[in-house]
């Protein structure tokens, strides 16, 4: 009985302070928000709704010879031009997709959260794999980066209370982004050239049920926020801007180059000379997305988030999309 007792004392003594210790040691690993951040505030804008709609609607047209459907694509925008005054819109903006590589920029956006509260120490390595998950969209570059944000790491199967643990580890990111206000998105699962395997396919639970998901409403807030310096200090949202900026005017054959594929193809073809151009392009063979920031000389700046599922090979529906986007935005500035 005193042995009992004796126990019962310690394990409450002892209680706080290992609850405390446990708490000090997920402070030092979770990724929190920057101190006096404020979710930001959208307004609808019934000229913004219209116009999305309409450039949407065209790119759909059974008349483009498409066959394209209305489930398989969708679209936000946001007008930054005022940041007193966010605008936006949207057509499907709140259904999860499949973001293929457009994750990376939410990876990058966690990574350099981290590295400015000095949870994670920049080696030239973590320098090389950043760049090329962002400038190139290396997958490799892309598991490595997800490896260290969440301490977990591929390998085989594990028991259900080991994977739990390593599970919890994983989400480390949808916790951040959940911290403020980011919903309808899963984010903790690699990229991949093929297929997961061992734990990583358990982590999808097999049949993809855990795969990423990413809205255009979360995805176009993300880039809007990293534009307006919401998500780092001054010096590290350069670093971002300066990893997704795109020169379109430089001639590629590439089709799929994240500078001239997507919307930065609607520059070119426009002719908009002066344009700057910000992006993350994602693509698989059933899916081709984009999220797009742009300045132009008049004024403009917006982002543009577009998703396409089944048409991967469609290099023309996200760039009109954007043609149209930026010359109703044009004319509702006169």
Not at 29 to 34: A, G, M, R
Not at 84 to 112: H, Q
Request: aromatic share 8%.
């Amino acid at each position: 009985m005193k042995n009992t007792k004796r126990a019962i004392f310690f394990l409450v003594i002892l209680l706080p302070s290992i609850c405390a210790v446990r708490a000090q040691d997920r402070l030092r690993t979770e990724i929190v928000v920057p101190k006096g951040y404020q979710s930001p505030k959208f307004s609808t804008a019934t000229q913004l709704d219209a116009l999305l709609k309409a450039a949407v609607d065209s790119a759909i047209d059974p008349a483009n010879g498409k066959n394209f459907k209305l489930e398989e694509l969708s679209a936000t925008l946001i007008d930054v031009s005022d940041p007193r005054n966010l605008r936006w819109a949207n057509v499907r903006g709140e259904t999860p997709i499949y973001p293929a590589s457009v994750v990376k920029m939410f990876y990058m956006a966690a990574l350099e959260r981290q590295l400015e509260d000095g949870k994670i120490t920049l080696s030239p390595e973590l320098t090389r794999g950043l760049k090329d998950m962002i400038v190139d969209s290396s997958n490799e570059a892309t598991q490595y980066i997800l490896d260290v944000l969440t301490d977990t790491s591929s390998g085989s199967e594990l028991p259900l209370k080991q994977f739990e643990k390593w599970q919890y580890q994983r989400n480390r990111v949808n916790r951040f982004f959940a911290s403020m206000g980011y919903t309808n998105i899963n984010i903790n699962q690699k990229t991949f050239c093929e297929d997961a395997y061992g734990i990583e396919q358990q982590s999808r639970n097999y049949k993809g049920q855990n795969r990423n998901m990413i809205t255009t409403n979360a995805t176009a807030r993300l880039l809007a926020e990293i534009v307006l310096g919401k998500m780092n200090t001054p010096d590290r949202t350069a670093k971002m801007m300066e990893l997704m900026h795109r020169d379109w005017s430089k001639p590629s054959s590439d089709q799929d180059d994240q500078a001239v594929g997507f919307t930065g193809k609607a520059l070119i073809d426009g002719k908009i000379a002066g344009a700057k151009l910000w992006s993350k392009a994602g693509w698989t063979s059933k899916s081709r997305h984009d999220a797009a920031y742009i300045e132009t000389v008049d004024g403009l700046k917006f982002v543009l988030a577009v998703y396409t599922e089944n048409h991967a090979n469609d290099r023309e529906a996200i760039p009109a999309i954007a043609a149209k986007v930026m010359t109703g935005l044009s004319e509702i500035r006169r």
